[in-house]
């Protein structure tokens, strides 16, 4: 039988509590506070871009003065999209920038269809826009937690395929996270409070199952 205590008021630190008793605040911060997420057509154009593909900037509309508004009016002069990381914009401005209607591409040429690193034979021939746009190939057409395929630059420069399990990473997170709240715990001799068990417990996850046909409701196609 685990025994529970309640989260205090006000929370011991602001990493400890989630909804729960004394932890309402901190739910209502916690829950403003989202990735970013484009639209699946943003992913899908930008993931086939080159890096002589030629692009068009906008006015600079970001506030000034300012790091941003400085670092887009120097990648904005960038004519191709290799020019424009080079001249300082981060593999996310590509995205935002095009779903926001502050970039274009003016041309050709562009692929057809995104690259899978793992279809690269030699991958030293991959440009750096090509390692940039390729992690997002497919990204807005599947779960969030799926597998992504990723090009990562080995110490001594050669380049390798890895394979990101979003599941493993997150339950990783979440036995590190259960792990230090025990330790603290059997420290200060105190109960596990509710709100410790609820944060592990939504750091978890569960993948997808369709093979569980008995316990699976009408219409359903997969239960966790």
């Known amino acids: 039988l685990l025994l529970l205590s309640p989260c205090p008021e006000p929370p011991v630190s602001s990493a400890a509590c989630l909804p729960g008793p004394g932890c309402a605040s901190r739910a209502a911060a916690s829950s403003t506070r989202m990735p970013t997420v484009y639209k699946a057509e943003t992913y899908e154009v930008v993931s086939c871009w080159m890096e002589e593909t030629p692009v068009r ?15 887009y009016e120097a990648y904005a002069k960038a004519k191709t999209v290799g020019e424009a990381l080079k001249f300082g914009s981060k593999p996310e401005d ?3 920038d095009y779903e926001h209607g502050h970039l274009e591409a ?8 995104a690259i899978d690193p793992a279809s690269i034979t030699d991958l030293s021939k991959l440009t750096r826009t090509d390692r940039v746009v390729s992690k997002w190939a497919g990204w807005g057409f599947r ?3 799926a597998p992504r395929k990723l090009v990562r630059q080995n110490k001594d420069g050669t380049f390798t395929v890895v394979t990101l399990d979003f599941i493993t990473e997150h339950r990783k997170e979440a036995n590190a996270a ?5 330790e603290d715990a059997k420290t200060k001799g105190r109960r596990i409070r509710e709100c410790e068990v609820l944060r ?8 997808k199952n369709d093979a569980r046909q008995n316990v699976m409701p009408e219409g359903q196609e997969y239960v966790f």
């Open 57 to 71: 900037y906008g006015k600079n509309t970001k506030r000034y003065p300012s790091k941003s508004y400085d670092r």
């Open 94 to 96: 590509l995205l935002f």
């Open 106 to 113: 003016a041309g050709s040429p562009v692929r057809e269809a």
């Open 143 to 145: 779960d969030a937690d």
């Open 178 to 182: 259960a792990a230090s709240i025990l």
């Open 200 to 207: 592990v417990l939504r750091q978890w996850r569960f993948a």
